[in-house]
């Protein structure tokens, strides 16, 4: 393999690599506003500029490919005084807002202005600004903060394949927006704020919401559909607030859906029921879970129950259900369910060119893998029905089946007529293990705890079929917990 | 060619409207001739007789054009373009427009050569917008080619196609850069490309392309039939061929287009003897060798010869060979403040130091004149001016710095009194 020096160090790479991707491999990280890995190469900021031997002119790292025996040096007192200059033009006219912008803490202008530029401003005039016309429900444009890089304008080009934002204007009054504010209408318009280096685009839905630094960061995967996209989940105080896409290149590259991204919010919402509640007459009312189990068990006594495993359960999680159901009942038909038209695998498919799955839960593949088939109608001389879900699962029409129990999450909207809810675990409580549609295996984590009174499937079953769980069960959050025995 | 050529001008002395039509063209000037010669050449061949005649483009960097056509790849899967830059929008540049006014053919039959050479079966004429009757009778030209059968398919019975497209640009100074025009040529945002890749390798629409000025173009048929070697005689400098065309504007007595060996003079002579000197008998005080985006020169560096090295070793560029000149009637202050409003104005904007920078010196040049500048206002001057020079995606930072950074280390004292006085002495 060829080699080049960078700063002193000796570093092999592949023809074509760029400077900036050789010497991140050595532990030397050339700063840069413009470039993104997942994006095309326009050498535009001009922040990666270094200092190559035989080369009169400083060379933008991002633009300029690694070649054998090439010396590199992003230290020299040229390459230092371009960062420095680079540093001054980019906030001459920025409104330096940071104590009143969602991208504070984690903003690239922010960090490099820290490393490379100067404490003091040597500009006098007055600074450029701009006014924003809105652009939709998810991203919010803050253009005065704009630094220019277009990683914008590619993204939509080149990810997203619909060319929205766009440069308007030129030279120093260039305008980066919709054309005449038009509402972005990509699916994938939150990853504008992802790749965004300053706070010129946020998140609506987080704008102003929480300072970036007091963020718990948990690294899981997406359950919004059966790619199983890498992403974080964000929180604080138990309260998620807000998702952000996890470099996969195999699965995801860099990017989220809208759908996924937003999909956490049903998790602290108020209308998710965390609490053992049921049904007496007159719609749901709070209990406790000794009486609630207790109704539960009447209902399904000598039955033979339809049992709905929602895709969006983990393999674990199924197993441990599948294991109950074998040691309880003699008679039960057990089916997954998710999407609606969507029965296996084989109807599952790509809904775009980009990301998104057909099937809008994650675990599609490991519950057929265990052997479950899809829910397509109820089978006859039933009427009772226990539905485990994890929060995704679109519940299918379930005619002719009278008594519903439904173990996991639930809004109160989608149970009002279920005869018992026993509180689970969505996506961010649990950790487990989920299958995509190409048969990779992925984990997915807690990143929060359980709210309310929800607990782990295992748990509930143990409660279940013992009337008491074992002082020192090791539930799925991962927390030793004794729970009340009946 | 006919022999009188040589004598006089290759190109001037059919500078009148008389020489347009294809009938001149063909009869005074033995026009289309030389296509016909170089269709029976070898490709190399023709590319050695440009690389032999010392040809150095004429569009401002002086680059050598054999050599440029070298770079073309022989075998390609996409097609190759060549495209003349007509975009002459380099301020005090007008020397291409009387070309594709009074000799449209020639520029024809340099294209025709040029494509050839490369390999390429179309071109494209990117004409600055401005120039709205010079691409109307370069319509008129390409239609009367066409109809005698100098252009379309089979040239000559060569067996070789060649179609030329006229594309008016829109009126921007960037178009005038090689990749901010092929940007413009296909549709999109005339914003300069990243090098590399070279336009050689990828160029328009993803094919090989050379991008050749108007006047270097129009050279080509001369050399291709009298021989490279004849040519690179006609100038007096071992690397610089042929003749050039100066535009000289501003205080002369006798302002206009000169065409002269390359090489062949010296500032002071141009100014002095060819223009007549100074207007109103008045002093020099500046002058701007090669268009705006050049290092000014004081009186005292006028005895430089007017060519591409020397220039360069001066600390100048003969760029396109547009001499300003400058008497000491006008401020200088006032003048640069002019030109970096210009940049300011023609800056694309998507890189950082040319967006940013050229408004910053702006503010500071208007201030400076309108007797609101500060002591510290020079140096930072210098400094910002340093840190776009050599630092930008194009050529276009270094054309707004260079001139501010020469006009404050070469005429201070005007920039003090500016500052000390708190108006401009000259208002």
Redesign the interface.
Known sequence: MPKCVIDGREVEFKPGENLIEVAKRVGVKIPYFCYHPGLS???????C?VEIEKMP??Q?AC?TPATDGMIVKTQSERAK??QK??M???L??HPLDCPICDKSGECDLQDFSYTYGDAYS??T?ER?TYADLDMGPVIKKNMNRC??C?RCIRFGDEIAGIREMV?T??????EISTMNGIPLETEYAGNYSDICPTGSLTLKDFRFKKRAWFLKKTATICEGCSRGCNMEIQQDGNIIYRCIARENLEINKYWLCDEGRFNFQYVNDEKRICNPQVHKGEGLSASRWEESLGIAKNAVTGKKPLVLIGSDMTLEETAEILNFLKQNFKDTTTFHFGTPGIYSSTNDGYEDEILKMKSKTSNLCGLEKMGLKGFEHTPVGVDTAVIFRGGRAVLPNLKGIKTIIGIGVFLQQQAKDFRVILPGLSFAEKKGTIINFEGREQKISPAIKPVGQSMAVEDVLSLWQAGELKATTESNTGKKEKVLEL | MTEETTNETLFIQHFNEESRPLEYYLKKMNGYSTLKKALTMSCDEIINEVKKSNLRGRGGAGFPAGMKWSFIPKQSSKPKYLVCNADESEPGTFKDRDLMRYTPHLLLEGMGIAAYAIGANSAYIYIRGEYVREAKLLQCAIDEAYAAGFLGKNLLGSGFNFDITVHRGAGAYICGEETGLLNSLEGKRGEPRVKPPFPAQVGAFGGPTIVNNVETLCAVPFIISKGGEWYSKLGRLEKSGGTRLFGVSGHVKKPGLYELPSGGVTLRELIYDYCHGILDDRKLKAVIPGGSSTPVLTSDEIDVVLDVDPLMKAGSMLGSAAVIVISDAYCVVRLIERITKFYEHESCGQCTPCREGCRWMENILHRIEHGQGKEQDLGLLLDIADNINGKTLCALGDAAAGPVSSFVRKFRADFEAHIRGGKCPNA
């Open positions: 190469v326009v050498g535009q900021c001009r922040m500029a002119k400083l933008a633009s005084k371009n200059s680079v001054e033009f980019l001459i006219n040597r500009y005039e450029r630094i220019h277009t440069a204007r030129r030279g120093n009054n260039t």
